[in-house]
């Protein structure tokens, strides 16, 4: 990667995006110090110009950001980084610094908490228990609350369609994780459709 620091000063903006829900969680600056350390750590380090030192985020607070893909601007002069999280990112105790608090992009960190209830195979968890339970079983709960989504669709109780449209998309996930399969496979065949 071919930064050009020089543009800066010797800094470059960095922009942290949350690796599951792309949300924009923070922005810092990096010089090459702070890029080679990122680089080799895995954990995002800045250059913070209050402190006049290089800063690991989650340094003190064990809010780690840990560097799933790093990318550079078409300019050489700005760097994206997406990120997995360890507990918000703000100081504030926000998950973003730009406060943006959304719902989008939760269905992927719903996918992993289901796939990491189904991979420690705790007894109390209802994900784990159904999944155990085989394909069978869990494609007959997806059929189940897709038909129990028509009929609260036929109704006037946006409150019960809402909740059984969660239903359905939380049972579809278990259904996917069964199959082997993920929220991005499904959305690459839409895309691959509307070509």
């Known amino acids: 990667m071919q930064?050009?620091?020089d543009k800066g000063n010797g800094l470059v903006p960095v922009i942290i995006q949350d690796d599951k829900t792309l949300q924009v969680l923070m922005?810092?600056?990096?010089n090459e110090e702070a890029l080679k350390l990122t680089e080799t750590e895995g954990k995002v380090t800045f250059f913070s110009r209050t402190k006049n030192r290089l800063w690991t985020k989650g340094e003190?607070?064990?809010?780690?950001?840990?560097v799933k893909d790093m990318q550079i601007?078409?300019?050489q002069?700005?760097?994206?980084?997406?990120?997995?999280?360890?507990g918000p990112t703000c100081h504030t105790g926000s998950t973003s610094c730009f406060k943006e608090e959304t719902p989008k992009g939760f269905l992927y960190k719903l996918q992993q908490k289901i796939i990491d209830r189904i991979e420690s195979g705790s007894e109390d968890s209802y994900t784990s228990k159904l999944f155990n339970r085989g394909i069978n079983k869990v494609?007959?709960?997806?059929?189940?609350?897709?038909?129990?989504?028509?009929?609260?669709?036929?109704?006037?109780?946006?409150?019960?369609?809402?909740?059984?449209?969660?239903d359905l998309l939380y049972h579809l996930l278990i259904l996917l994780k069964a199959k082997d399969c993920s929220l991005e496979d499904v959305e690459?065949?839409?895309?691959?459709?509307?070509?």
Do not use: H
């Not at 922005?27 to 990096?30: A, I, K, P, S, V």
């Not at 002069?77 to 360890?86: C, E, G, M, R, Y």
């Not at 129990?148 to 946006?158: C, H, M, R, S, T």
């Open 3 to 5: 930064i050009d620091f």
């Open 60 to 66: 003190s607070s064990g809010n780690f950001l840990y």
């Open 73 to 75: 601007d078409c300019d």
């Open 139 to 166: 494609a007959q709960k997806v059929g189940e609350e897709a038909v129990e989504l028509v009929i609260e669709a036929k109704d006037d109780n946006d409150d019960l369609f809402k909740n059984e449209a969660a």
């Open 77 to 86: 002069d700005t760097i994206l980084i997406k990120a997995n999280p360890v």
């Open 188 to 195: 690459q065949v839409l895309v691959d459709r509307s070509k």
């Open 27 to 30: 922005l810092g600056y990096m």
